[in-house]
């Protein structure tokens, strides 16, 4: 199974952007998607988008069209997730997290979440 | 995109007794449903999929059941470590969509 480590807690002004990152060891990088979920405080689930790195293929929730980016680092078995134009909407924690990419079942490893708190 | 909608929010369950966890799907998602367990300050644990299947090391306390738009997770005897929130996830299309979640709490 894959091990995911993110990278550490953010405080962003209104209006700047965080970039996110996601180092994945074991596993092999051409079997998987990186995906991205958020969780505002006290509330649910929300998938963001994904990355095919071995396509560099990505597509997103059509809620954050145009204001994230996510990118795959294939060298470093590192996915970013970057959102721009911050708003106090955005304080959640972020979460990447893996698929199959042949034969989706779930996202069957989490890293263990950045909290990003947008703060004037 | 596909609606999740669990229920109950709150169940309330005795240790030792049987949680029943309800899921819906807007449309038809097959068996391509996910359940998730999180509890506070970590990140969710994939416990069923194919709607099911149990993940690896998931124990038999947990089974899944149901296809197309309806979906049940069942713990048949809670243990204090099985408070927790529970989500529903569809991978059936995207975007990927999850429920709101069902909180089991100690009644």
């Known amino acids: 199974q894959v091990q995911l480590v993110q990278s550490g807690a953010e405080v962003k002004k209104p209006g700047s952007s965080v970039k996110v990152s996601c180092k994945a060891s074991?596993?092999?990088?051409?079997?998987?998607?990186f995906n991205w979920v958020r969780q505002a405080p006290g509330q649910g689930l929300e998938w963001m988008g994904r990355i095919i790195p071995i396509l560099s293929m990505s597509n997103f929730a059509q809620k954050f069209q145009g204001r994230v980016t996510i990118t795959a680092d294939k060298s470093t078995t590192t996915a970013y997730m970057e959102l721009s134009s911050l708003t106090s909407e955005d304080t959640a924690v972020y979460y990447c997290a893996t698929e199959g990419r042949v034969a989706a079942a779930g996202f069957d490893s989490w890293g263990q979440g950045t909290l990003v708190t947008v703060s004037s | 995109e596909i609606v999740m909608t669990q229920s109950p929010v709150t169940l309330s369950v005795s240790p030792g007794e049987r949680a029943t966890l309800s899921c819906r799907a807007s449309?038809?998602?097959?068996?391509?449903l996910a359940w998730y367990q999180q509890k506070p300050g970590q990140a969710p644990r994939l416990l069923i999929y194919?709607?099911?299947t149990r993940a690896t090391g998931i124990p038999a306390s947990f089974s899944g059941s149901g296809s197309g738009t309806d979906f049940t997770l069942t713990i048949s005897s809670l243990q204090s470590e099985d408070f927790a929130v529970y989500y529903c996830q569809q991978y059936d299309n995207w975007p990927r969509t999850f429920g709101q979640g069902t909180k089991v709490e100690i009644k």
């Open positions: 449309q038809s998602v097959s068996i391509n």
């Open positions: 074991g596993g092999t990088i051409s079997t998987y998607t």
């Open positions: 194919g709607a099911s």
